[in-house]
């Protein structure tokens, strides 16, 4: 069995979520059937809810006219998001604007006293990315966190397989960390227990690359300061 302790910190190229690592020595693995796992992935979230030009837009459409609202960088609690966005919607977009964030549900609703239609935007893609319902003139959405990015995942092409179907049918994915800590802290994650990955058949490198990614399986840039986990081999 083989331990790999991995720090972004420690890349000889790349950025602090999209780097590669050098080993001490050559990494061999012989033969087939090995499997490897994550531990103790340690991500710092320093991203706040809302961010310039990445999710920080709502386009909607009364009547023959589309608007557009531009919600200010910061980190948002639920009720204060959606009291943002009423009054960029009262500001901007005809019609009395009323929006909701349900805390106990993680929900927000939208309605207006006009009907309208979400056409655009990309706080909007982020709202209508979980399922939710919709009338002439009012959204219920689910699932909408103010945590920042709520879903991490980190990926390898070292280590990529058919066995393994992520987002966007990736083949690279390692394991998902939900994100259920708050903004400032460092969230802690680990595959669950006795589950693990495949090891390509007679590997040999001397260099790891790894990811970090968002649901969208967008790199996250550096919107993370650094990551850290243990990479077990057996």
Known sequence: MRQIFVDSRDRVS??????????????????????????????????PTIETGDNDTIQVRVGA?????????AQYD??????????LLNATVPGAWTVIYVTNRIAMTMSCSNNFTIVGGTYAAQLMFHPYTSTANSYAFTYVSVLGIDMFYLLSSK???LDTI???????????APVTSAFGSILVADMPYNTWFDVPANMTTQQLDFQLRDRWYDVLSNLVPNISFLLTID
């Open 65 to 73: 006219t589309n608007y557009t609202i531009t919600i200010p960088q």
């Open 166 to 176: 992520g987002p966007n049918n990736a083949h690279d994915t390692l394991m998902c």
């Open 14 to 47: 790349g950025t602090t979520t999209a780097f590669s690592i050098q080993l001490p020595e050559t990494l061999v693995i012989e033969g087939s059937g090995h499997k490897a796992r994550i531990d103790q992935l340690r991500i710092p979230l320093s991203s």
């Open 159 to 161: 280590f990529s397989t």
């Open 78 to 87: 639920g009720p204060t998001l959606a009291a943002t966005i009423q009054g």
